[in-house]
């Protein structure tokens, strides 16, 4: 069974940092390419990130978070991460990792106030 | 940027009829690439369709996509009660950004 899941959310001050974490097993990790997908309350769903397959060499990122955040992942823990820095109020969310598109989390809520 | 506009915003149906989801984009791009989810209330999306007509695994026959360039369409033919749920569609994998649709909502009549 594949599963994802993703730690690190929490309660973070404006201006602050924070590194998401998302756990894949179930599958060979290093073989996927991998997004990050955000959900603010009651809002729709927003592409933050995308990493290629292997060693990950090809980034993109949406421009409301371009310089801000980087995605990253070690293929040798199966793991994912998102490094957050200079959070903004509008950045609280419900954050998604995925597989590509087919497999996807039960998501980590960041809360961005002071 | 392709820019998704989804119509309508909500779709107020009974169960047992037909629902039709509209998911127009601001310029062409390859239907390879678009991709349709469901997502209910505190749960994660889940994929139904992608390469704008393929069912992802396990999903009922009751849903289908179609269409090209500009233009797609995600179809339920006889809507379930487990079906009233919020619907994305997404184009993914051909240049970023990955852009969500900003979703329909099927809710019971």
């Known amino acids: 069974e594949v599963q994802l899941v993703e730690s690190g959310g929490g309660f973070i001050e404006p201006g602050g940092s924070l590194r998401l974490s998302c756990a894949v097993s179930?599958?060979?990790?290093?073989?996927?390419?991998m997004n990050w997908v955000r959900q603010a309350p009651g809002k729709g769903l927003e592409w933050v990130s995308y990493i290629s397959n292997g060693r990950g060499s090809e980034h993109y990122y949406a421009d409301s978070v371009k310089g801000r955040f980087s995605i990253f992942r070690d293929n040798d823990r199966n793991s994912l991460y998102l490094q957050m820095n200079s959070l903004r109020d509008e950045d609280t969310a419900v954050y998604y990792c995925?597989?590509?598109?087919?497999?996807w989390g039960q998501g980590t809520l960041v809360t961005v106030t002071s | 940027e392709i820019v998704l506009t989804q119509s309508p915003g909500t779709l107020s149906l009974s169960p047992g009829e037909r629902a039709t989801l509209s998911c127009r984009a601001s310029?062409?791009?390859?239907?390879?690439?678009l991709a349709w989810f469901q997502q209910k209330p505190g749960q994660a999306p889940r994929l139904l369709i992608y390469g704008a007509s393929v069912r992802a695994t396990g999903i009922p026959d009751r849903f289908s996509g179609s269409g090209s360039g500009t233009d797609f369409t995600l179809t339920i033919s006889r809507l379930e009660p487990e079906d009233f749920a919020v619907y994305y569609c997404?184009?993914?994998?051909?240049?970023?950004?990955?852009?969500f649709g900003p979703g329909t909502k099927v809710d019971i009549k």
């Open positions: 997404q184009q993914y994998g051909s240049s970023p950004p990955f852009t």
């Open positions: 310029q062409s791009f390859s239907s390879s690439y």
């Open positions: 995925a597989t590509g598109i087919d497999n």
């Open positions: 179930g599958l060979t990790f290093s073989s996927y390419s």
